[in-house]
């Protein structure tokens, strides 16, 4: 069993600097062994998906941006071996835009997409988040950050207790 972490950016309108909630959760030994959410001030006012996360800029206004949270959430990353993500490309680019534009070191974790382990372990289709966690019977809130990340990390022990290793 392996040490990872997964990730689940919201994001504030179609740039993909602008994350507006971020959910990590830490699993180890099989088992998940922390969990954090945490509102990001985006660099903008601009709000285009509300209506999909619920989140408005005054309900953020006041959150500390992505350099301060991620200095934060960076330091709980070292020991991990991985970073999933349900659809990766998506959270890998938020997170690689967030890091450039607050200039800081974006993390050399290996991303695993837990969109492509899912087909390939299950062939699961479709395989939007909702779709797999109604095959595996996992909880989920979808669109909140935390609960994603952890539908995620989730869907990865499914992964390891099946058979599958990085």
Same mark, same amino acid.
């Given at each position: 069993?392996? =040490?990872?972490?997964?990730?689940?950016?919201?994001?504030?309108?179609?740039?993909?600097?602008?994350?507006?909630?971020?959910?990590?959760?830490?699993?180890?030994?099989?088992?998940?062994?922390?969990?954090?959410?945490?509102?990001?001030?985006?660099?903008?006012?601009?709000?285009?998906? =509300?209506?999909?996360?619920?989140?408005?800029?005054?309900?953020?206004?006041?959150?500390?941006?992505?350099?301060?949270?991620?200095?934060?959430?960076?330091?709980?990353?070292? =020991?991990?071996?991985?970073?999933?993500?349900?659809?990766?490309?998506?959270?890998?680019?938020?997170?690689?835009?967030?890091?450039?534009?607050?200039?800081?070191?974006?993390?050399?974790?290996?991303?695993?997409? =837990?969109?492509?382990?899912?087909?390939?372990?299950?062939?699961?289709?479709?395989?939007?988040?909702?779709?797999?966690?109604?095959?595996?019977?996992?909880?989920?809130?979808?669109?909140?950050?935390?609960?994603?990340?952890?539908?995620?990390?989730?869907?990865?022990?499914?992964?390891?207790?099946?058979?599958?290793?990085?």
């Amino acid at each position: 069993m392996s =040490t990872f972490a997964a990730i689940d950016f919201e994001t504030a309108n179609h740039d993909p600097a602008s994350a507006c909630a971020v959910g990590i959760v830490i699993a180890t030994d099989g088992r998940i062994v922390h969990r954090e959410h945490h509102l990001i001030r985006p660099p903008t006012r601009d709000f285009a998906f =509300t209506h999909i996360h619920g989140l408005t800029w005054s309900r953020v206004r006041r959150a500390e941006d992505f350099g301060a949270v991620w200095l934060d959430l960076s330091r709980r990353l070292g =020991t991990v071996e991985f970073l999933a993500a349900h659809n990766a490309p998506f959270d890998r680019g938020v997170l690689a835009a967030c890091c450039e534009l607050y200039g800081v070191r974006p993390p050399k974790h290996r991303f695993v997409c =837990t969109v492509q382990l899912a087909r390939r372990q299950w062939s699961i289709y479709p395989t939007k988040l909702p779709d797999v966690c109604r095959h595996l019977k996992i909880p989920l809130r979808h669109h909140e950050a935390d609960s994603d990340a952890e539908a995620c990390a989730s869907i990865v022990l499914a992964a390891e207790k099946a058979g599958w290793r990085l």
